[in-house]
Every structure is written in C-alpha cells, then in structure tokens.
T-cell receptor, first 116, second 113 residues
Framework: GAGVSQSPRYKVAKRGQDVALRCDPI?????LFWYQQALGQGPEFLTY????????KSGLPSDRFFAERPEGSVSTLKIQRTQQEDSAVYLC??????????????FGEGSRLTVL | DAKTTQPNSMESNEEEPVHLPCNHS???????IHWYRQLPSQGPEYVIH???SNVNNRMASLAIAEDRKSSTLILHRATLRDAAVYYC??????????????FGTGTLLAVQP
C-alpha cells in the first residue's frame, strides 16, 4: 500500500548486538519522526528529520542510538550494543508538512525489538 | 510543552455515543489540540484536530471549551472497532524544528457489545 512501511516487524537480539530498523515513509513526505513505545506506555519522541536534515534528536536516550536519512526518504534507526531496556516498539511517522501544528502524522505499524 | 490530562480508562456500549474528556489548562494561544488513537498492535492513527472552533469529520467531533482549557472527543456511535487508546495532544505551531507530538498515556476505551 501507500502507507509508512517499517521493517523488520519483529526483531530479537541478544544483549550487546547491534540492530538496524528501517522506515520507508510515504513518498514525498518531508518530515519523518521516530518514536519509542514501551509496553503499556504512550510513544516517546526520539528524533525528527526534515528531508535529510536531522533537526531534533533530543529524545535519543543515549549515544548508542543513531538515526539517519541520507537522501531525504528512507530512514534507518540504529541501536548499538543493545540492552534489555531497549526492548520496545519503535514507530516511524511521516508528514507532508515541513512544520507547524496542523499537519497529520502517518504512522507505520512499528518494529518490535526484544533484547534477551 | 503544555501537558494534557485524560482519564486512564473508559467504557462504552456499542452504538452509543462516547465522550472522551481532556484537560489542558496550560494551553498556549498557538497550541493546536490533536487527537490520535492506537488500536492494538498498530501505530497511532490521526483522528481530528482543532484550534478554537468545534470540528467535525467522518471519524469524530471535537468540542473545544471557550477558554480552551479543556476539550472533548465525541464518537457518535461507538463500534467494537473503536476500542483503542485515545491520546489528546497539544502541538505548537512554531514553524520551526519543534514539530513533534508529545504523547501521554491516553485513555483506554473499552466497547462492550
């Protein structure tokens, strides 16, 4: 379909492994967001891209988390040396608008990461 | 960012109206009120948003208090598919890099047949 696509849907990693989560936003959407959602909690903001520029990474919990969007479309969230507390659903959202309070965000179904 | 307060959970019967309240007493003049919902095992889904006037769309209605310190999401006839967590979110219109949605814990709506 034409929605936001995330892969893998499920990922199991051993503690200490590196993981990469991919987000394919809706074509032409300039804004892209990553969120982390722990079990039973609301999504928490991680980082925001406007085209290829990462304008806000204030929510990244540590320097083990890194996100990129080199060509302003597909984005990858990388987590190095995973820890058990990284277990969560990672959600990607895109929006056609640059900024402002009225734009609708379109979310993917998320990537569920389990760290053993 | 201004905070919102919602009840943790609510119950409704199928085909009856549902009124989901949200308090946002520290809302600023440029904050929009957004509602998203999240069905089980899915990402959040946009429902509706407004600034000052009441708003209607095919999914729901949004009633905004005159002082803007509270709002109510109205589902006119609840169905079993409306069972979800509903999030009320304030979003500034800064025109800059700060463009994110800040989610709380939302209201878990249960719909009984």
């Amino acid at each position: 379909g034409a929605g936001v696509s995330q892969s893998p849907r499920y990922k199991v990693a051993k503690r200490g492994q590196d993981v990469a989560l991919r987000c394919d936003p809706i074509s032409g959407h300039v804004s892209l967001f990553w969120y982390q959602q722990a079990l039973g909690q609301g999504p928490e903001f991680l980082t925001y891209f406007q085209n290829e520029a990462q304008l806000d990474k204030s929510g990244l919990p540590s320097d083990r988390f890194f996100a990129e969007r080199p060509e302003g479309s597909v984005s990858t969230l990388k987590i190095q040396r995973t820890q058990q507390e990284d277990s969560a659903v990672y959600l990607c959202a895109s929006s056609p608008r640059l900024a402002g309070g009225t734009g609708e965000l379109f979310f993917g179904e998320g990537s569920r990461l389990t760290v053993l | 960012d201004a905070k919102t307060t919602q009840p943790n959970s609510m119950e409704s019967n199928e085909e009856e109206p549902v009124h989901l309240p949200c308090n946002h007493s520290t809302i600023s003049g440029t904050d929009y009120i957004h509602w998203y919902r999240q069905l089980p095992s899915q990402g959040p889904e946009y429902v509706i948003h407004g600034l000052t006037s009441n708003v209607n769309n095919r999914m729901a209605s949004l009633a905004i208090a005159e002082d803007r310190k509270s709002s109510t999401l109205i589902l006119h006839r609840a169905t079993l598919r409306d069972a979800a967590v509903y999030y009320c979110i304030l979003r500034g219109n800064y025109g800059g890099a700060t463009n994110k949605l800040i989610f709380g814990t939302g209201t878990l709506l249960a719909v009984q047949p």
